[in-house]
């Protein structure tokens, strides 16, 4: 199986800050027939249900801010926040879908400090 | 638009069985693969199973292999968790999601609300 470590588990900085997220896979998911990432990430906010933001490791889903982009490639994987808003208070998990189990990271909480 | 409705939860008695629904709407049910994914109470995301678009395969996590099964049901463009033998870890809030294609190693597009499954006696 394929274990996820995302880092930090808790972050808090004030609006307009930079934010960064890591996430490792315990062995690559790159895909060479097609040269994908198979790894998105997700945000949840209470009471919500997880919602896709990125896809194929940097793909913006459609009606997710630009201020949200993600990068890495075959183990080492990040979600970047340009410029924090209120409205970004989440947890943010990544997620492997290159094999069964699709494991999820353990989550990053989010704050505004 | 697409939509995923989940039904079925509740308060269960340790070894007992509970069916978990997930409707569908807004897309060919049939073209793709859906997913089960719980969380337990304040805890993180834990992949369950998932079926293939025509329902020839499925796939589980080991934490429910062999009390879990996955089916959908075309005519009723529903998915179903048949959940046996239940313990208490298996508490938690369990979504449905569809995949981005209808491969199965996809990203998960379109996510239910969830219901929540309560074991205890």
């Known amino acids: 199986d394929i274990v996820m470590t995302q880092s930090p588990e808790y972050l808090a900085l004030s609006l307009g800050e930079r934010a960064t997220i890591n996430c490792k896979s315990s062995r690559s998911v790159l895909y060479s027939y097609n040269n994908k990432n198979y790894l998105a990430w997700y945000q949840q906010t209470p009471g919500q249900p997880p919602k896709l933001l990125i896809s194929?490791?940097?793909t913006r889903e459609s009606g997710v801010p630009d201020r949200f982009s993600g990068g890495g490639s075959g183990t080492d994987f990040t979600l970047t926040i340009s410029s924090l808003q209120a409205e970004d208070v989440a947890v943010y998990y990544c997620q492997q879908y290159y094999q069964t189990p699709c494991s999820f990271g353990q989550g990053t909480k989010l704050e505004i400090k | 638009q697409v939509q995923l409705v989940e039904s079925g939860g509740g308060v269960v008695q340790p070894g007992r069985s509970l069916t978990l629904s997930c409707a569908a709407s807004?897309?060919?049910?049939?073209?793709?693969?859906m997913h089960w994914v719980r969380q337990a109470p304040g805890k993180g995301l834990e992949w369950v199973a998932v079926?293939?678009?025509?329902?020839?395969?499925?796939y589980y996590a080991d934490s429910v292999k062999g009390r879990f099964t996955i089916s959908k049901d075309f005519a009723k463009n529903t998915l179903f968790l048949q959940m046996d033998s239940l313990r208490a870890e298996d508490t938690g809030v369990y979504y449905c999601a569809r995949t981005e294609t209808g491969y199965y190693l996809a990203p998960f597009d379109y996510w239910g609300q969830g219901t929540l499954v309560t074991v205890s006696s």
């Open positions: 079926i293939w678009y025509d329902g020839s395969n499925k």
């Open positions: 807004g897309f060919i049910f049939d073209d793709y693969a």
């Open positions: 194929w490791a940097s």
